[in-house]
């Protein structure tokens, strides 16, 4: 009897460990450089403990106005941002991997208006991304669309 229990345990141990694992691997599909699909913006995804981050680097700039690198956060509300670089500035925060091909429980920042947005992220197929930013209800927000860079 007690060697069944001890067979249980291991193969329940060696189960649940792969099943992280996958789980895992699943989880960092997002991981990456996108492109919006406006082809305005470069946004790279990556993972901080078990977190996924966003940070720009990349975006189009009009003709009229600074380079790229002299883009500065001045619609933030705190006054102490508004000298931050737009260039690697950090826009999505603390997506987790919820299952099923979506991140949530985030924050898009949009530094164009200086507001922060609650978000969800969808993974529509390998190389499509949903993002979606809503304030207060999902059902009151917007999708962007990025198409990952090969």
Same mark, same amino acid.
Not at 11 to 23: D, E, I, K, P, R
Not at 40 to 48: G, P, R, S
Not at 109 to 115: E, H, K, L, V
């Given at each position: 009897?007690?060697?069944?229990?001890?067979?249980?345990?291991?193969?329940?141990?060696?189960?649940?460990?792969?099943?992280?694992?996958?789980?895992?691997?699943?989880?960092?599909?997002?991981?990456?450089?996108?492109?919006?699909?406006?082809?305005?913006?470069?946004?790279?995804?990556?993972?901080? #403990?078990?977190? @996924?981050? /966003? $940070?720009?680097? %990349?975006?189009?700039?009009?003709?009229?106005? *600074? !380079?790229?690198?002299?883009?500065?956060?001045?619609?933030?509300?705190?006054?102490?941002?508004?000298?931050?670089?737009?260039?690697?500035?950090?826009?999505?925060? #603390?997506?987790? @991997?919820? /299952? $099923?091909?979506? %991140?949530?429980?985030?924050?898009?920042?949009? *530094? !164009?208006?200086?507001?922060?947005?609650?978000?969800?992220?969808?993974?529509?197929?390998?190389?499509?991304?949903?993002?979606?930013?809503?304030?207060?209800?999902?059902?009151?927000?917007?999708?962007?669309?990025?198409?990952?860079?090969?």
């Amino acid at each position: 009897m007690k060697l069944l229990k001890v067979g249980f345990y291991l193969f329940f141990l060696v189960y649940s460990q792969s099943s992280f694992a996958q789980n895992t691997q699943i989880a960092d599909r997002i991981v990456g450089t996108w492109f919006s699909e406006n082809k305005d913006l470069k946004v790279e995804i990556f993972k901080k #403990n078990d977190k @996924f981050y /966003g $940070k720009v680097v %990349w975006f189009i700039c009009d003709p009229k106005t *600074p !380079n790229m690198e002299d883009f500065k956060d001045t619609e933030n509300p705190d006054p102490k941002l508004r000298s931050r670089p737009w260039l690697g500035m950090q826009v999505v925060d #603390n997506l987790t @991997f919820n /299952g $099923k091909d979506t %991140w949530g429980n985030g924050t898009i920042y949009d *530094p !164009n208006s200086g507001r922060t947005y609650d978000s969800v992220v969808r993974l529509k197929d390998a190389n499509t991304l949903i993002v979606r930013g809503y304030w207060g209800f999902e059902i009151l927000g917007k999708n962007m669309v990025f198409y990952r860079v090969g």
